[in-house]
């Protein structure tokens, strides 16, 4: 029997996280381990495999996890296979990331995962933006609030996780950062730049930017890019040119933004402007 499989890899250099999109018929792989952490979701069927002496069943919407060097096989249980997602992160991104966005997270603290096959939609919902901006390299500043808020997610139970208290909306910081925003729209800006401008760390920088102005710093800047792009698809500029000069990597990028903004591609919002159809 023919075993079908696909894989779609993709490596981010700035934070050395992996990710993998991939499909298996019949036997997927041996057992095994990764000096990395796991963590993923199933997409379409029955994902089963063995991480220590028990076997698991991963069904759609479901989110697996496994800690480096532990031990897993994988198996389809049909003719259909399975297919998921998954994120391969460096056991050295925690460790940086922790200490940088809780104040509070212990000395030489190692991550953990709560189980090995969770059943939670929102974590599953963060752990599939997470895979897809950095899969498809989005803007650097949404990479690192994907990860971010994936590591928030994963680490909301923690009992040394306290609730934020309440912070001064009117911190002459957030205005710096928000003025640089501005100044640097075009620039592939990150959240570690962002929060050198501001005099903090990352976590506090996101949080009271969002209580200041109503959204976090990367979705700020993605505004501020979008409605510069409408000004210039306005002018009769082609949807090539506006990406490059608004800071998108491609005309394909700005275009999945465009449409999920706007509900229509930057071409059919030029030819609405200016009549001119896009070449």
């Known amino acids: 029997m023919i075993n079908h499989y696909w894989v779609d890899i993709s490596r981010d250099n700035d934070t050395q996280v992996e990710t993998i999109r991939a499909h298996f018929e019949g036997h997927a792989y041996d057992a095994h381990w990764h000096d990395s952490y796991l963590i993923g979701v199933t997409e379409a069927g029955i994902q089963q495999f063995h991480s220590g002496k028990i076997k698991y069943r991963s069904t759609p919407g479901k989110v697996f996890a496994l800690e480096p060097g532990d031990v897993h096989d994988g198996d389809a249980i049909d003719r259909a296979g ?3 997602r998954m994120l391969y992160i460096p056991p050295g991104l925690f460790h940086q990331a922790l200490p940088a966005i809780f104040d509070q997270a212990p000395d030489r603290f190692e991550m953990s995962f709560p189980a090995t096959l969770i059943d939670d939609r929102q974590l599953a919902t963060v752990t599939l933006a997470a895979f897809d901006a950095l899969h498809f390299q989005e803007l650097k500043i949404v990479r690192d609030y994907r990860i971010q808020q994936l590591i928030l997610s994963l680490t909301r ?4 996780r306290k609730k934020p208290g309440p912070e001064g909306h009117k911190t002459p910081a957030v205005h710096r ?3 640089y925003l501005h100044d640097m729209m075009s620039e592939d800006i990150g959240l570690t730049e962002l929060a050198a401008v501001a005099g903090m ?3 506090r920088l996101s949080r009271e930017f969002a209580a200041t102005f109503g959204l976090p710093p990367h979705a700020y800047l993605v505004q501020l890019r ?3 792009s ?3 698809l306005s002018l009769g500029v082609s949807p090539a040119d506006v990406a490059a000069l608004t800071g998108f990597a491609d005309q394909s990028h700005l275009g999945r933004w465009f449409r999920r903004a706007y509900q229509m591609t930057p071409a059919a919002y030029r030819q609405i402007c200016t009549n001119v159809p896009d070449r």
């Open 157 to 160: 139970r923690f009992p040394w």
């Open 82 to 84: 399975f297919t998921y």
């Open 201 to 203: 760390d990352r976590f």
């Open 230 to 232: 409408r000004r210039l």
């Open 226 to 228: 979008l409605a510069r």
């Open 177 to 179: 950062v928000r003025d």
